[in-house]
């Protein structure tokens, strides 16, 4: 059974940080591609954040400078660090791993950036 774990979210301010984990299990961790996605109320789930198994990461323009995604293979385990975070951040975020035909989901966490 395959299942990943998002936790870290929550309340902060602007300005502040956060850091995401995403555990997982019941795959092979080291040969997908692990990513993070975000969701705003009324938007479309869009990419934050990726980092290949091959060890390529790569950014949304808008998180570019402030997000840093990482990722431990050792214990199968992603991260998002998130600085500098700003209101428009707010969103359910989603981990998410990839490989060939196999996608899985996260159940999401709720990172809420307000004053």
């Known amino acids: 059974q395959v299942q990943l774990v998002e936790s870290g979210g929550g309340l902060v301010q602007p300005g502040g940080s956060l850091r995401l984990s995403c555990a997982a299990s019941?795959?092979?961790?080291?040969?997908?591609?692990m990513s993070w996605y975000r969701q705003a109320p009324g938007n479309q789930r869009e990419l934050v954040a990726s980092f290949t198994r091959g060890g390529l990461s790569n950014y949304a323009d808008s998180v570019k400078g402030r997000f840093t995604i990482s990722r431990d293979n050792a214990k199968n385990t992603v991260y998002l660090q998130m600085n500098s975070l700003k209101p428009e951040d707010t969103a359910v975020y989603y981990c998410?791993?990839?490989?060939?035909?196999?996608?899985?989901w996260g159940q999401g966490t709720q990172v809420t950036v307000s004053s």
């Open positions: 998410n791993a990839k490989f060939m035909g196999s996608v899985y």
């Open positions: 019941g795959i092979r961790f080291s040969i997908y591609d």
